[in-house]
């Protein structure tokens, strides 16, 4: 009896390892990759701003008045710490850009951080339209290029005549035509909802013709599969296989393009915002650049850059959701912490 309570009490006091299914450790694993990749990324496009700004000359002669004295220049160096060891400014500089402390601007004094961030809903807003528009754009595109025959052959061809449009050139001559000669829409900044119509048509056109082209390609590899044969031989209409087999299986690396198209309409939409005049952070960083206004274009960068790799981590996690064979592990079973 004994030792038959001493069991029981061991079997009570025994402690049961936690256990993470294999779906948590690759969620999990992501997660930490990707925090990883920002702080590497972090680290390298601080080096580089530090670098070109650094190499470009005295960075007081982007927002000194021209011919102000040697002596006020020199204080102004000393203030901005432009005077110290090249090797302490990049440690200060690293390090203040780690825990988001990016300093004042240099031209204005208003807090870099602030700068950006006052501008960041701009460019949501101009990369959100582009985005939605060349996604709605470019699988409607990639749909009716599912027809056979001569359309097929036509319709091929026009995503790459959109790939090689240049965005400053679109942007003029819609600019041109709608804007000055027929005045129907406003030329620059957003003080309507009519004023984003121009810049988002001269964004979303080259990644619509890439959406287009990858979906396109992706849905004619699906076509020679065999379960889309089975489907047809079953008695399946030609647009309720594309809409119930091809399309949902091809589905799967536009969701990666359009999450890099995301990023790149995020942090590269300086020609567009700079020809509309679309007051964002592209812009403003442009205009940072010119000037030499360190700590903005630092902002700018890290921001960016956070906004980037946050963006691929919520596709990554959508595509391990859409398609279960990415959650599949080497291992077998539950991994043991």
Same mark, same amino acid.
């Given at each position: 009896?004994?030792l038959?309570q001493r069991?029981?009490?061991?079997?009570r006091c025994?402690?049961? @390892?936690f256990r993470i299914?294999?779906?948590?450790?690759?969620?999990?694993?992501?997660i930490?990759?990707?925090?990883?990749?920002?702080v590497?990324?972090?680290? $390298?496009?601080?080096?580089?701003?530090?670098?070109?700004?650094?190499?470009?000359?005295?960075p007081?002669?982007?927002?000194l008045?021209?011919?102000v004295?040697?002596e006020?220049?020199?204080q102004?160096r000393?203030?901005l710490?432009?005077?110290? @060891?090249?090797?302490?400014q990049y440690?200060?500089?690293?390090?203040?850009?780690?825990?988001?402390?990016?300093g004042?601007?240099?031209r204005?004094?208003?807090?870099?951080?602030?700068?950006?961030l006052?501008?960041? @809903?701009?460019?949501?807003q101009?990369?959100?339209?582009?985005?939605l528009l060349?996604?709605i754009?470019g699988?409607?595109y990639?749909?009716?290029?599912?027809?056979?025959?001569?359309m !097929?052959?036509?319709?091929?061809?026009?995503?790459?005549?959109?790939?090689?449009?240049?965005?400053f050139?679109l942007?003029?001559?819609?600019?041109?035509v709608?804007a000055?000669?027929?005045?129907?829409?406003p030329?620059s900044g957003?003080?309507?909802?009519?004023?984003?119509?121009?810049?988002?048509?001269?964004l979303?056109?080259?990644?619509?013709?890439?959406?287009?082209? $990858? $979906?396109?390609?992706?849905m004619?590899d699906?076509?020679a599969?065999?379960?889309?044969?089975?489907?047809r031989?079953?008695? $399946?209409?030609?647009?309720?296989?594309t809409?119930?087999?091809?399309a949902p299986?091809?589905?799967? @690396?536009t969701?990666?393009?359009?999450?890099?198209q995301a990023?790149?309409?995020?942090?590269?939409a300086?020609?567009?915002?700079s020809?509309f005049?679309?007051?964002?952070?592209?812009?403003l960083?442009?205009?940072?650049?010119?000037?030499?206004d360190?700590?903005v274009v !630092?902002a700018?960068?890290?921001v960016?850059?956070?906004g980037?790799?946050?963006?691929?981590l919520?596709?990554?996690?959508?595509?391990?959701?859409?398609?279960p064979?990415?959650?599949?592990?080497?291992?077998v079973?539950?991994?043991n912490v």
């Amino acid at each position: 009896m004994a030792l038959r309570q001493r069991s029981s009490d061991d079997d009570r006091c025994s402690i049961t @390892p936690f256990r993470i299914s294999a779906d948590a450790y690759v969620v999990i694993r992501l997660i930490l990759t990707r925090i990883m990749q920002i702080v590497a990324t972090i680290w $390298l496009a601080s080096s580089a701003v530090f670098l070109m700004i650094h190499l470009s000359g005295d960075p007081t002669q982007g927002f000194l008045p021209p011919g102000v004295s040697p002596e006020i220049r020199d204080q102004m160096r000393d203030e901005l710490g432009l005077n110290d @060891p090249v090797w302490q400014q990049y440690a200060s500089f690293i390090s203040r850009g780690f825990i988001g402390d990016f300093g004042d601007s240099w031209r204005d004094g208003q807090p870099a951080l602030n700068a950006v961030l006052a501008r960041l @809903p701009a460019t949501l807003q101009l990369a959100t339209a582009a985005i939605l528009l060349a996604t709605i754009t470019g699988i409607a595109y990639a749909l009716a290029s599912q027809r056979r025959g001569w359309m !097929h052959t036509a319709l091929q061809i026009l995503p790459s005549l959109g790939q090689a449009v240049p965005t400053f050139w679109l942007g003029a001559m819609l600019m041109m035509v709608f804007a000055v000669k027929l005045g129907w829409l406003p030329s620059s900044g957003n003080r309507s909802a009519s004023a984003l119509i121009l810049p988002t048509l001269t964004l979303a056109l080259q990644p619509a013709s890439s959406i287009a082209r $990858l $979906l396109s390609t992706s849905m004619d590899d699906v076509v020679a599969a065999d379960f889309v044969r089975t489907a047809r031989s079953k008695g $399946l209409g030609s647009n309720a296989v594309t809409r119930r087999h091809i399309a949902p299986n091809a589905l799967l @690396p536009t969701i990666a393009l359009v999450g890099l198209q995301a990023s790149f309409l995020v942090g590269g939409a300086v020609v567009v915002e700079s020809l509309f005049a679309w007051p964002g952070v592209g812009r403003l960083a442009l205009q940072s650049a010119i000037a030499r206004d360190l700590p903005v274009v !630092h902002a700018f960068v890290v921001v960016t850059a956070i906004g980037v790799i946050g963006i691929n981590l919520l596709v990554d996690l959508l595509q391990l959701a859409i398609d279960p064979r990415l959650r599949s592990l080497p291992q077998v079973g539950a991994v043991n912490v």
